[in-house]
C-alpha cells in the first residue's frame, strides 16, 4: 500500500501548467470570438475542476480500472466513426451543442492500460513482451486514422515508445520497430490517406506553388511569425490577426498569434515553459513510488511535450500542415479537459510516496 502526502505535491509542475494556461488566455481572447473565448472559459474551468479531481484520487484506482477505462474509450472511437462528418472528419460525437472529441479521450485511456500491462511484467526486454502494447496502440490508431485524423494519430505512437522505454524495454527492439513503422509509410500514402492530405505534404514541400491553396494557412502563419519581431505587435494589434487572415488561429495556429502579437521573446517563453513542464514530468516519473506511477508520469510528459513541438514545428513551417492543437492554449473543450486530468494524475503520483509494502512488493496495485 502507498501512503497519499498532500504535502509534497511537485508544485512546479503545477504552476509551469498554470503558467501555461495563463500566458495563453490573452493571445486566445485576441484571436477568439466573444463567445468562443467565453466557452472556453467555460471548458477551464471544468479542465481545473478536473484537474483538481484527478490530483486528489489515489492513481491506482484509475490502474485498477485501466482496461474498463481503455475498452470504454475504443467504443466511442468507433462509434465517433459513424457520426455526420465536420470538416470532412468524423472527430467529434456531439450531444446537443457540446462536442466531444473520444481521440483526445483515448489518449489518457491508452497511458492508463500500458501503465496496467506493463506495470505487472518483467518481460519488456524481450520481443514477444512487446506484442500487447503494440496491439493496444495500433488497433485504435487505426480507428483515428479513418475518422481521418492524422495529427492525432502522429500523437500515439511516442506514448507507446516512452512507456516501452520507461518499463526497460530494450533501445535496439524500440529503434527496430520505428523502422517496421516507417515501412508503413507507403501503403499509408497509397491507401490510407485522403487526397487533401497529401496537398499538403505536397505544399510543405513546394508552397509557392499551393499559396492559395493547401499552403495558404502555412504562409499566413509564416507571415505572421515575420510580423512580430522581437516584441511582438502587442495584444490585439496583430495585422494578420486583426484581418482574419490566418485560418484557425484561436485552434491548430495559436502559436502564430503568439509570435506576431508577443513576438520572439513571447515565442521562446512558450517554448521553454513546455520543456520544463515535460523535464519536470520525467523527473516525477523517476521519483514515483512504484512502476505504475512511473509509467503514467513518463506517458503524460511524453504526450505533452511531444504535441507542443509537432504543433509549433507545423506552425513554424517545419512539419506538413496537420490538425494537432497546443496543449493548455489552443481553444477546444476535449483537449483541455483531458491535459488538465492528465496533468492531475501526475500530481497524485508526485504525491505519492513508497511504504513498507512497496518495499516488499513493488507491484500490488
Known amino acids: 500500500m502507498v501512503r497519499i502526502d498532500p504535502w509534497r505535491v511537485e508544485w512546479l509542475f503545477l504552476l509551469i501548467a498554470l503558467a501555461i494556461i495563463g500566458l495563453g488566455l490573452p493571445f486566445l481572447h485576441s484571436s477568439a470570438t466573444p463567445g468562443e473565448f467565453r466557452?472556453?472559459?467555460?471548458?477551464?474551468?471544468?479542465?481545473?475542476?478536473?484537474?483538481?479531481?484527478?490530483?486528489?484520487?489515489?492513481y491506482?484506482?484509475?490502474?485498477?480500472?485501466?482496461?474498463?477505462?481503455?475498452?470504454?474509450?475504443?467504443?466511442?472511437?468507433?462509434?465517433v466513426l459513424f457520426m455526420p462528418p465536420i470538416n470532412n472528419a468524423r472527430s467529434y460525437i456531439r450531444i446537443?451543442?457540446?462536442?466531444?472529441?473520444?481521440?483526445?479521450?483515448?489518449?489518457?485511456?491508452?497511458?492508463?492500460?500500458?501503465?496496467?500491462?506493463?506495470?505487472?511484467?518483467?518481460?519488456?526486454?524481450?520481443?514477444h513482451g512487446l506484442i500487447i502494447p503494440f496491439l493496444l496502440t495500433l488497433g485504435p490508431l487505426m480507428f483515428i486514422l479513418m475518422q481521418p485524423d492524422l495529427g492525432t494519430a502522429l500523437t500515439i505512437p511516442p506514448i507507446l515508445f516512452a512507456t516501452l522505454w520507461a518499463s526497460g524495454a530494450r533501445f535496439s527492439h524500440l529503434f527496430g520497430a520505428i523502422v517496421l513503422g516507417l515501412s508503413?509509410?507507403?501503403?499509408?500514402?497509397?491507401?490510407?490517406?485522403?487526397?487533401?492530405?497529401?496537398?499538403?505534404?505536397?505544399?510543405?514541400?513546394?508552397?509557392?506553388?499551393?499559396?492559395?491553396?493547401?499552403?495558404?494557412?502555412?504562409?499566413?502563419?509564416?507571415?505572421?511569425?515575420?510580423?512580430?519581431?522581437?516584441?511582438g505587435l502587442g495584444l490585439g494589434n496583430g495585422i494578420i490577426t486583426d484581418l482574419n487572415l490566418l485560418p484557425e488561429k484561436h485552434n491548430d495556429f495559436i502559436f502564430g498569434v503568439i509570435a506576431e502579437e508577443g513576438g520572439f521573446t513571447a515565442?521562446?517563453?512558450?517554448?521553454?515553459?513546455?520543456?520544463?513542464?515535460?523535464?519536470?514530468g520525467l523527473q516525477i516519473a523517476w521519483a514515483a513510488a512504484d512502476r505504475f506511477g512511473r509509467l503514467v508520469a513518463t506517458g503524460v510528459a511524453m504526450i505533452i511535450g511531444w504535441q507542443a513541438i509537432l504543433n509549433i514545428y507545423v506552425v513554424t513551417g517545419l512539419f506538413p500542415t496537420t490538425g494537432v492543437t497546443l496543449p493548455l492554449v489552443s481553444y477546444g473543450g476535449s483537449s483541455m479537459v483531458v491535459t488538465c486530468a492528465m496533468i492531475g494524475v501526475v500530481l497524485n503520483v508526485s504525491q505519492t510516496r513508497p511504504t513498507l509494502d512497496k518495499v516488499e512488493n513493488p507491484n500490488k496495485i
Open 184 to 231: 508503413s509509410v507507403w501503403p499509408l500514402w497509397h491507401y490510407g490517406m485522403k487526397p487533401y492530405q497529401k496537398a499538403r505534404i505536397f505544399a510543405f514541400f513546394d508552397p509557392e506553388k499551393y499559396e492559395s491553396a493547401e499552403a495558404y494557412q502555412l504562409l499566413m502563419s509564416l507571415t505572421a511569425i515575420g510580423s512580430g519581431g522581437a516584441s
Open 96 to 127: 446537443g451543442s457540446v462536442g466531444m472529441q473520444p481521440s483526445e479521450l483515448f489518449k489518457l485511456a491508452l497511458i492508463l492500460a500500458l501503465a496496467r500491462h506493463l506495470g505487472k511484467r518483467e518481460n519488456q526486454h524481450m520481443l
Open 60 to 79: 491506482h484506482l484509475w490502474i485498477r480500472h485501466a482496461y474498463w477505462i481503455y475498452a470504454a474509450a475504443v467504443a466511442l472511437l468507433l462509434l
Open 267 to 280: 515565442s521562446i517563453v512558450v517554448i521553454l515553459l513546455f520543456l520544463f513542464l515535460a523535464l519536470v
Open 39 to 58: 466557452r472556453q472559459l467555460a471548458w477551464l474551468a471544468i479542465s481545473l475542476g478536473a484537474m483538481g479531481v484527478f490530483a486528489l484520487v489515489d
